[in-house]
């Protein structure tokens, strides 16, 4: 269909060259004010060009990112899990950080740039590395810490739709977050470097985003510990973590209106069961 239409050109590359390289051709070859990048397994709502590009009209920003859903979300317990988890992250730290005038990273299943500032950044993307070696993983979040540390403001569109599909197994999620929590450990350090010139919430938001998993570890250790050394049961952590959790699902069904987000409760059973010891490997 669009294969015929003039408006469209596409590019083959004779092989796969990863996400990284494949972007930084198309943006070469493109001459259009503003890129959108939509990953092949997202399809994305009519009005979401519309809606980003009218958050782009401001020069001073550089890039915009949609809301993310789950497209499979029926699929299963963990793509109903999933789902629930993109809608906290993108109107609970997405809209907050954006409020301040910094989304720390601007999702690839659906984000808008300004032409203009890729074809300043694209030489340190394409190069970059980690600890001598090119980095070939969170491609997403490293380009939005170009792009602020490029002095541009990085923006969040609740209203532009766009749902992705989502890991349907364990296996693949804990892939998909092993990759995600190296690509936040790396990128972090980065943006370490920004938050002086930045508002300070987003120092605040840095700061609780690492120290909290980092609390959790140590509250389970700790009750596993007294469990272990005095064979008693360690009711205070655990009521402290459930309270916690009940809290945090409570305010987003409220918000949400949608009572469903009383079962993200689970994904703290996940947490501490299986993300927490996934995320101390990544740091490793």
Not at 84 to 108: H, I, K
Not at 188 to 193: K, Y
Not at 256 to 265: D, I, N, P, T, V
Not at 273 to 281: I, Q, R
Request: aromatic residues 8%.
């Amino acid at each position: 269909h669009y294969a015929c239409d003039p408006r469209f050109r596409f590019i083959l590359m004779p092989k796969n060259v990863g996400k990284r390289k494949a972007q930084i051709v198309a943006i070469r070859e493109s001459s259009g004010d503003l890129v959108l990048n939509v990953d092949s397994d997202t399809t994305i709502a009519p009005d979401v060009v519309t809606k980003l590009a009218l958050k782009m009209y401001s020069p001073a920003v550089g890039a915009a990112m949609g809301q993310l859903t789950a497209s499979n979300r029926s699929d299963t317990w963990l793509t109903r899990l999933i789902d629930m988890e993109y809608w906290l992250a993108c109107n609970e730290e997405r809209a907050a950080q954006a409020r301040f005038g910094a989304v720390m990273c601007c999702c690839g299943p659906c984000a808008m740039y300004r032409r203009s500032a890729l074809l300043l950044l694209l030489d340190k993307y394409e190069t970059q590395l980690f600890r001598g070696r090119p980095s070939d993983f969170g491609e997403d979040r490293h380009l939005t810490i170009l792009m602020l540390n490029a002095g541009f403001r990085t923006e969040y569109v609740p209203e532009a739709i766009a749902a992705t599909v989502v890991p349907n197994s364990m296996g693949a999620y804990l892939r998909q977050q092993l990759r995600w929590a190296r690509s936040t450990f790396r990128d972090t350090l980065l943006a370490l470097r920004l938050l002086p010139g930045l508002d300070r919430y987003l120092t605040l938001d840095v700061i609780g985003q690492n120290l909290g998993p980092l609390l959790l570890a140590l509250s389970v250790l700790t009750g596993l510990a007294q469990l272990a050394l005095t064979a008693t049961v360690p009711w205070s952590t655990i009521l402290m973590i459930a309270s916690m959790t009940m809290v945090r699902c409570g305010v987003a069904a409220f918000r949400a209106r949608e009572l469903r987000f009383l079962g993200f409760s689970l994904h703290t059973l996940l947490n501490v069961a299986l993300l927490l010891p996934l995320k101390a490997y990544a740091l490793c």
